[in-house]
């Protein structure tokens, strides 16, 4: 689904704590198309990250060219918690240490994240930086994964595919690495056509929505992911 790009955001890029003083969300966007749907939410995530006074580091992988591919570089070693990885990795540990809160947003791939997502986790979230250490360097950071399902919300998938998430991103990654909190918002029904499987396996795709339907289906999408924002930082209140 295309959407044009429709809000501007107050951006630093690579910055620590802003200069006037306020905190940093890093918002990453891992999606090839920056008129996808995953961008605008990242744009409409952003924005609502600023109104609560947030300065953001907007990451957008695929404009940044960031390669996926692990390298010698870029692999631990192990016993070696100190070692200095590839320059460019080095500046994206930075870019997620000066950051208070990260929100995420990505299309979901195989009931888990694209390969650009899955390579900056593999190489930035490294040996020694993440993870390896009894004090860990991003301890008590908050983290929320925005992910968008073509699925549709009543799919018997859906249940699992939150579970899934959640096993691999909160559980397997960030409480791993001294996260305070992690919660992953799923955000089915990202196609307005919608697909599902017959009996005999074959891919059925519905009807487009469109007009007034489909107006009225991406302002309630774009309500909830706003929804899963609010939540996330009413939260940092409550915990405060
Ligand atoms: C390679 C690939 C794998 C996908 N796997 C899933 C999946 O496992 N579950 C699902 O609900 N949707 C899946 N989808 C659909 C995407 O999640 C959906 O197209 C996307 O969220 C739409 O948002 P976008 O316009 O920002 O790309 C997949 C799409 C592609 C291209």
Excluded: C
């Amino acid at each position: 689904m295309s959407q044009s790009p429709t809000t501007t955001v107050p951006t630093t890029t690579g910055s620590n704590q802003s200069e006037s003083g306020t905190r940093t969300a890093l918002v990453v966007l891992a999606h090839h198309r920056a008129d996808s749907l995953s961008a605008h939410i990242a744009r409409r995530a952003a924005a609502r990250l600023t109104a609560a006074g947030y300065t953001i580091d907007f990451l957008d992988l695929h404009a940044e060219n960031f390669d996926p591919r692990m390298t010698v570089a870029d692999q631990p070693e192990w016993g070696n918690r100190d070692k200095q990885y590839a320059p460019g990795t080095e500046a994206h540990m930075r870019r997620l240490l000066a950051a208070e809160v990260v929100v995420v947003v990505f299309p979901v791939y195989w009931q888990s994240v694209p390969a650009t997502l899955k390579g900056w986790i593999d190489s930035v979230w490294n040996y020694g930086f993440a993870y390896g250490r009894s004090k860990p360097r991003l301890a008590g950071k908050r983290i929320l994964w925005l992910g968008l399902a073509g699925a549709t919300a009543g799919d018997e998938i859906i249940p699992g595919m939150q579970q899934l998430l959640e096993a691999q991103l909160s559980e397997g990654l960030a409480y791993y690495s001294g996260f305070a909190d992690s919660r992953v918002g799923l955000l089915p029904d990202a196609e307005d056509q919608p697909q599902s499987l017959d009996a005999e396996g074959n891919l059925v795709i519905g009807e487009a929505i469109s007009g007034d339907a489909r107006t009225a289906h991406y302002a309630a999408f774009e309500a909830t992911a706003e929804g899963f924002v609010d939540d996330f930082l009413a939260a940092e209140l409550v915990n405060a």
